[in-house]
């Protein structure tokens, strides 16, 4: 089984722990069967391995999110990266492309596209199986998965079938209803529209070569940038006669807001958090070092992260795009695929970051313009590069580079260090890179 999954957007609406580099689908909040947490691509991952251990996972994403994935999921997923935003259609196409060209699969085989982030059950993946051999017989096109409502909802657009059939074919789609409209179109059968469907990869290439002019991946990558803006549904499915649905019955949420992930957590505090017995229904996601406590409260989530502190209503916490946009936001957390950093002061000509280095792993061999550094080993072992010159570092030890200096640190265990920069401009910008 082929299965591409779209990771995209930023989730604002899961502020304060998302953010532009780090979206919803990485935020580690659902306890898995080891015990520790895990995120949303990698519970997703991790189920479509069970569901099928051959499987070919690839990830659609911008190059933003590349080494948070590498990160969670390791150096061997397969990722399809948009050079920028172009809507679902050029990057399904572009996905399409890298596993036909790049991954050298068949053309003739079937691919399951998903979304990343809905939080299911075994039995979607299952599912998604399923969708892919009704694929295979090559009775249709496209083959949906059709989502049994279980009310009436206006975030959902909605598939209409044939017939009651397992698999029926598909009548017409109808567009986000109000709740009013949506009950009728439930009492005539109709099922959500998840994102989810199934095609042979040689149905979206040539679809591909009918929109947009280019030879392979390369070519298709190389002029991305000129792309249309389009969605996958307007530019393939509403247009496509012989398309067929398949009923999923099972759990299925689509977590986008606060209201709705807390549903799906296990657990009413992650980290440092204490409930008093008078509360109600209320969640604790804490990130920072500091304990939390709530006194009293009902239906309310509380999330603390370096980014800031969120209290809401649980029902009010899916309005909170608008002011997130408001905030000047630095980002002062992030997943790399050496690791992670989270900056701990900023002062004007200065700024103080502890980075967390996973062992074997290390920094790109680079310089800055603009800005001195200084690093502190405050745990683990490994060695320091500084213009060309290698050295073995351990607690204690106190590394400096000048602006222009050249330099890089291995992890040979779990090294972690504070770093401060010191200088007028200091931006993420002011990076120059060097083969080692």
């Known amino acids: 089984m082929n299965v591409v999954l779209l990771s995209g957007g930023s989730?604002?609406?899961?502020?304060?722990?998302?953010?532009?580099?780090?979206s919803k689908q990485f935020i580690k909040i659902f306890k898995g069967d080891n015990g520790e947490y895990e995120s949303m691509v990698q519970r997703v991952y991790h189920q479509?391995?069970?569901?099928?251990?051959?499987?070919?996972?690839?990830?659609?994403?911008?190059?933003?999110?590349?080494?948070?994935?590498?990160?969670q999921l390791g150096e061997n997923v397969g990722i399809s990266v948009e050079p920028c935003r172009r809507d679902t259609f050029p990057a399904i196409a572009l996905a399409t492309c890298y596993l036909v060209d790049v991954m050298k699969v068949d053309e003739n085989e079937s691919v399951v596209v998903c979304p990343v982030?809905?939080?299911?059950e075994d039995d979607y993946f299952a599912a998604v199986k399923k969708l892919s051999d009704q694929a295979d017989k090559g009775t249709a096109n496209l083959v949906l998965m059709g989502i049994e409502p279980t009310y009436p909802s206006e975030k959902y657009g909605y598939i209409m079938p044939e017939s009651k059939?397992?698999?029926?074919?598909?009548?017409?789609?109808?567009?986000?209803?109000?709740?009013?409209?949506?009950?009728g179109y439930i009492e005539q059968g109709a099922l959500w529209n998840g994102g989810v469907f199934a095609y042979k990869l040689k149905y979206v290439l040539d679809k591909a070569h009918e929109l947009i002019d280019f030879t392979d991946y390369d070519d298709l990558f190389s002029k991305y940038d000129t792309l249309t803006k389009i969605s996958f549904d307007y530019a393939v499915v509403e247009k496509e006669d012989k398309i067929e649905v398949q009923r999923?019955?099972?759990?299925?949420?689509?977590?986008?807001?606060?209201?709705?992930?807390?549903?799906?957590?296990?657990?009413?505090?992650?980290?440092?958090?204490?409930?008093?017995?008078?509360?109600?229904?209320?969640?604790?996601?804490?990130?920072?070092?500091?304990?939390v406590l709530a006194m009293g409260l009902k239906d309310v989530v509380i999330s603390a992260s370096p980014d800031g502190i969120l209290v809401s209503d649980k029902e009010q916490s899916s309005y909170i795009k608008p002011y997130v946009d408001?905030?000047?936001?630095?980002?002062?957390f992030a997943e790399k695929s050496w690791g992670d950093y989270k900056v701990m002061d900023v002062e004007s000509g200065s700024m103080t970051i502890k980075v967390?280095?996973?062992?074997?792993?290390?920094?790109?061999?680079?310089?800055?313009?603009?800005?001195?550094?200084?690093?502190?080993?405050?745990?683990?072992?490994?060695?320091?590069?500084?213009?060309g010159m290698e050295q073995k570092v351990k607690a204690g030890d106190v590394i400096t580079m000048s602006a222009g200096c050249k330099h890089t640190v291995?992890?040979?265990?779990?090294?972690?260090?504070?770093?401060?920069?010191l200088g007028e401009a200091i931006t993420a910008q002011d990076k120059v890179k060097y083969e080692l």
């Open 11 to 22: 989730g604002k609406r899961l502020w304060p722990l998302s953010n532009d580099i780090r």
């Open 48 to 71: 479509i391995k069970k569901a099928d251990p051959e499987a070919t996972v690839t990830i659609a994403t911008s190059k933003t999110q590349v080494s948070a994935i590498h990160n």
């Open 117 to 120: 982030d809905p939080y299911v």
């Open 165 to 183: 059939d397992a698999t029926a074919k598909v009548s017409s789609f109808k567009e986000k209803p109000t709740t009013e409209i949506a009950k």
């Open 248 to 291: 999923f019955a099972g759990q299925w949420k689509d977590l986008g807001t606060w209201n709705t992930l807390t549903e799906a957590m296990g657990e009413n505090v992650v980290g440092k958090g204490v409930l008093n017995d008078e509360c109600s229904n209320v969640h604790i996601v804490n990130e920072m070092d500091v304990p």
């Open 326 to 332: 408001k905030f000047e936001q630095q980002v002062m």
């Open 356 to 387: 967390t280095l996973n062992a074997g792993h290390s920094m790109n061999y680079h310089s800055h313009n603009n800005r001195d550094e200084v690093w502190v080993v405050i745990s683990g072992e490994g060695r320091t590069i500084v213009d």
């Open 410 to 421: 291995f992890a040979d265990t779990e090294l972690k260090l504070i770093e401060v920069q």
